[in-house]
C-alpha cells in the first residue's frame, strides 16, 4: 500500500469505485459514480449487495472487517463515506 495521506485516499477511492462498479454489475465507468449519493437510495445497493461490496473493499484494502462496528457499518452511506472509513481504518493499521 502507498504512504501518505493524499495517495492513501486516492488508492483508498480507487478500491472503492472499482469494487461499487463490480457489484452493482453495471456497464458505467467507475469513475462514473458520485462519491456524494446514497448507495442504496440513489443507486439501489441491496444489503445483501452492500455486505459483499465491504466485504470486498475491506479485502482489496487490507482493511479487515471486524475494524467496523455495527454502527459503523450502518452509516457508510455514500462511497464517501466508505472511502473515508477505510483511508482511517488503513492509516491506524499504518
Do not use: Q, W
Request: charged share 30%.
Amino acid at each position: 500500500m502507498t504512504t501518505g495521506k493524499g495517495s492513501m485516499h486516492a488508492e483508498m477511492e480507487k478500491i472503492t469505485r472499482d469494487g461499487f462498479a463490480r457489484v452493482m454489475a453495471s456497464e458505467d465507468e467507475a469513475g462514473g459514480y458520485d462519491l456524494d449519493m446514497d448507495m442504496a437510495e440513489d443507486y439501489g445497493l441491496t444489503s445483501i449487495d452492500k455486505v459483499i461490496f465491504l466485504n470486498s473493499v475491506c479485502d482489496a484494502s487490507g482493511v479487515p472487517v471486524s475494524s467496523f462496528t455495527d454502527e459503523d457499518l450502518a452509516d457508510l452511506r455514500s462511497l464517501r463515506d466508505v472511502i473515508e472509513a477505510l483511508a482511517s481504518h488503513a492509516e491506524t493499521a499504518a
